[in-house]
């Protein structure tokens, strides 16, 4: 049996500065960098919530809400927000503070899927996250409705795949 979680145990808070290599010619964050960190941040919950090797499934509506500039610091939030029986939510916030006046604005928001495998990457069970805060619980029910949209989604991709 594997022994159930509370969010608390496996939440990950990062910070990065914005060096001139991870930006574009604009003077922002390449996009793709803040998906590295995002991913990053999300690896490091996934790992802490199963103890076991976790592998990015998939990364679900990513929107940059206001750009991150050279000398800014991001800070990044993920928690587990829903367990199913191999794979994870987990909620990754991002923030970004301008270092001269510390105002934060929230620059973007993702959602991605973990599955716990073993050394030879099969599925194995993940711990169930438990919910304490009300917070916690709402991410909780919102994740469970997203999964299902997932999946949705998926088996309409396979069908319209055979179509072809």
Request: proline share 7%; glycine share 4%.
């Amino acid at each position: 049996m594997v022994t159930p979680k509370p969010v608390k145990e496996s939440r990950v808070e990062t910070t990065h500065i914005v060096q001139p290599a991870h930006a574009n010619s604009m003077g922002s964050i390449f996009g793709g960098q803040l998906v590295a960190w995002i991913d990053l941040a999300a690896a490091i919950c996934a790992k802490r919530h199963a103890r076991q090797d976790c592998v990015t499934a998939s990364i679900d509506d990513l929107h940059f809400l206001s750009p991150v500039r050279i000398g800014h610091v991001v800070i990044l939030k993920a928690s587990v927000n829903y367990t199913h029986k191999t794979s994870m939510e987990i909620g990754v916030r991002v923030d970004s503070e301008d270092p001269d006046t510390g105002e934060r604005r929230h620059c973007a928001s993702a959602y991605l899927t973990f599955v716990c495998v073993d050394k030879k990457c099969q599925p194995v069970p993940v711990p169930p996250v438990v919910p304490e805060l009300p917070e916690e619980k709402q991410r909780f029910e919102e994740a469970k409705r997203r999964r299902e949209l997932r999946l949705q989604h998926r088996e309409e991709r396979r069908r319209n795949l055979l179509k072809k």
